[in-house]
């Protein structure tokens, strides 16, 4: 490890030119910085300077250390900054889902980070079994999942709406011996669901469209080129959405579940009632 006041003392070195006025700037003897820099070249077992009287200039490898020192110390400096504000909250990892992330929750969020300017905001959109992997890891501190109805552990859950869609102009001919299907990767809540209630209804599939994009899956049900399920906030005006009449009745075992990590700080507590509050206006405006 590089010290930083030994560090500091070799840029104080190279910038006054000799050790009796960088002795000046870090308010210390000459002696003491001549020691210091003895102490840093045999740490790195190279000599940093070329010594002529009272003369110095850096050597080769002196040069390429004043580099990595000056970068060293402003990222320190920095860092004492940022923990030193008056305000600072720290920072909150937040997962959610990438249908989520395209609704009016980006409003919140930004909403929320605006009114804490000393909290650092970092929120990433994924498959639901990804976030529930990170949040596990302590890689997240706050998640939106989707899961099996009836799981434990979540501040709050709200069950989910899923329905079976189609193309409104280029709907599927559900007469075919196999239904085309659309969905996310496997390992997918969604495409599990929609695969096991294909063939509980006795009835054969394939995957005519796999995309880990939310995106993609919305233009590809529009296209035409299969049947997928989405929850209603992902429904789209290019979609149809299937009944029971039509042979797919609406899924109804998965829940949306807002997860803590064990050590929750208080800021990522504040930003979970943001969302169960969101979370909740959503199911009733829905209901």
Known sequence: MLDLDLLRSFVSVVDAGGFTRAGERVHRSQSTVSQQIKRLEDSLQRP????????????EDGEVLLSYARRILAL????????????????????????????RLTELLASFSRSRP?????????????????????????????????????LAVWPERVHWVTSRVHPVDLSGTSIPLI????????????????????????????????????????????????????????HRVLSAADGFAPIDETELALVAAPDASPA??????SLAAFCGSVQAQAA
């Open 118 to 154: 000393g909290l650092r905001l970092d929120v990433r959109a994924d498959q639901s079994k990804y976030l529930r992997r990170d949040l596990e890891r302590g890689e997240l501190d706050l998640a939106l999942l989707k899961r099996d109805a009836g799981e434990k552990g979540a």
């Open 268 to 273: 990522t507590l504040r930003l979970a009632d």
């Open 183 to 238: 969905g996310f990767p496997a390992g997918c809540l969604y495409r599990t669901r929609a695969i096991h209630a294909i063939e509980a209804a006795g009835k054969t599939w394939h995957m005519a469209y796999s995309s880990s994009s939310l995106a993609g899956i919305q233009a590809a049900v529009a296209a035409g080129l299969g049947l997928s399920i989405l929850s209603e906030m992902a429904i789209q005006q290019g």
């Open 48 to 59: 940093l300077f070329h010594r002529a009287g009272k003369q110095v200039t850096p050597t």
């Open 76 to 103: 320190a400096e920095e860092a004492r900054d940022v923990l030193t504000r008056p305000g600072h909250e720290g920072a909150v990892r937040l997962g959610i889902p990438e249908d989520f992330a395209a609704y």
